[in-house]
């Protein structure tokens, strides 16, 4: 049997004071390592609270790049429930709070332009259940998403999510908790941008929170055992507590 490649990035929080964030990366909004949450280990990182906007570490530079055309990553994703829901407006009878946890930033293979790629992305809709999308934004166009139906829902406890992304055929996968999420499984094939746009490479990830429209009091999330690698990771490469 084959040994599997150590994953390229490895990020458990262990070794970083809390208040901070790891070497190698900068920081978006209130976000900390904490010890008092953590998945495996002792310490995490906390998203803390607010009514929108970016919450995350960003590592950018040689490693990112390096990751090539198609990369598997892997965290584990806690969010504090009851979560935030929106409001519904007046005349409507549906709202969304969408939140993306990684974000990848490149150069669209179709348009030339710069992108930010959803790796791992949500929706929340008025009674709480969520989608999960992979979802593209754009400064200068219209953004764009394939979807799940709102049957998702966090649950207050530990979730692995997973993520697969290949430039050269144009796919992606998601896994929650080891289990795919197929309405947002996509493979459109080489040379086939339109509605994927995956970059051949990305410039930054991006990690944690951020939420485009208002969720009040806020969400608070944690993320832990990030890990980014040529080969699925799953559950492996955890620390011992």
Request: glycine share 10%.
């Amino acid at each position: 049997m084959a040994r599997q490649e150590k994953p390229v990035l490895l990020v458990d929080f262990e070794s970083t004071p809390d208040g901070e964030i790891p070497q190698g990366f900068t920081k978006q909004g209130n976000c900390e390592v904490t010890s008092k949450e953590a998945h495996s280990g002792k310490k995490c990182l906390q998203m803390n609270p607010a009514e929108r906007g970016p919450r995350r570490i960003v590592m950018k530079g040689d490693l990112i790049k390096g990751l090539g055309p198609s990369h598997w990553g892997r965290l584990y994703l806690k969010v504090k429930i009851p979560t935030p829901v929106p409001t519904v407006p007046v005349g409507k009878n549906f709202a969304v709070i969408h939140s993306t946890i990684v974000e990848g930033a490149g150069t669209s293979p179709l348009h030339g332009d710069p992108i930010w790629v959803r790796l791992a992305d949500t929706c929340t809709g008025p009674d709480g259940n969520l989608q999960w999308l992979y979802n593209v934004w754009v400064t200068s166009r219209p953004e764009f998403a394939t979807v799940s139906p709102y049957k998702y829902k966090f649950n207050g406890k530990w979730m692995l999510v997973e993520w697969f992304v290949d430039s050269t055929t144009q796919s992606y996968q998601l896994y929650i908790d080891g289990k795919e999420i197929p309405e947002v499984h996509i493979n459109n094939g080489a040379g086939h941008f339109e509605g994927t746009e995956i970059p051949p490479l990305f410039d930054s990830l991006a990690f944690g929170w951020n939420n485009y429209q208002s969720a009040g009091a806020g969400f608070t999330a944690w993320i832990d055992d990030i890990a980014i690698g040529h080969e699925r990771i799953g559950d492996k490469y955890l620390t011992k507590s």
